[in-house]
Nanobody, 123 residues
Framework: EVQLVESGGGLVQAGGSLRLSCAASGFTFNEYAIGWFRQAPGKEREGISSITPSNGNKYYRDSVRGRFSISSDNAKNTVYLQMNSLKAEDTGVYYC????????????????WGRGTQVTVSS
């Protein structure tokens, strides 16, 4: 069973930092893209960053590039999102996702989601 469990959210002042973690299980970790979406109150979920551990390819949304950094620890099956210089507009629920293929889907890739972790940046 594919599981993605986020941690590390919290309340921080503007300009501060947080590090989110996403612990993954149930699939071969380094073969698939894993990343983060966030959803602000009253807004649609938006993609923030992703990484493919096997080749190190990374993606960042323009609004976070230069402030956020994504990394992976293949030994721990964990993806991290280091968030620096946080702004009030970074507030939202951050969801980890994985685009994963498993025998249960006949190896057809599908998106799996974690339950989310709240990040609140006070101005």
């Amino acid at each position: 069973e594919v599981q993605l469990v986020e941690s590390g959210g919290g309340l921080v002042q503007a300009g501060g930092s947080l590090r989110l973690s996403c612990a993954a299980s149930g699939f071969t970790f380094n073969e698939y893209a894993i990343g983060w979406f966030r959803q602000a109150p009253g807004k649609e979920r938006e993609g923030i960053s992703s990484i493919t551990p096997s080749n190190g390819n990374k993606y960042y949304r323009d609004s976070v590039r230069g402030r956020f950094s994504i990394s992976s620890d293949n030994a721990k099956n964990t993806v991290y999102l280091q968030m620096n210089s946080l702004k009030a507009e970074d507030t939202g629920v951050y969801y980890c996702y994985g685009n994963v293929a498993t025998p249960s889907t006949s190896w057809a890739p599908r998106i799996y989601w974690g339950r989310g972790t709240q990040v609140t940046v006070s101005s």
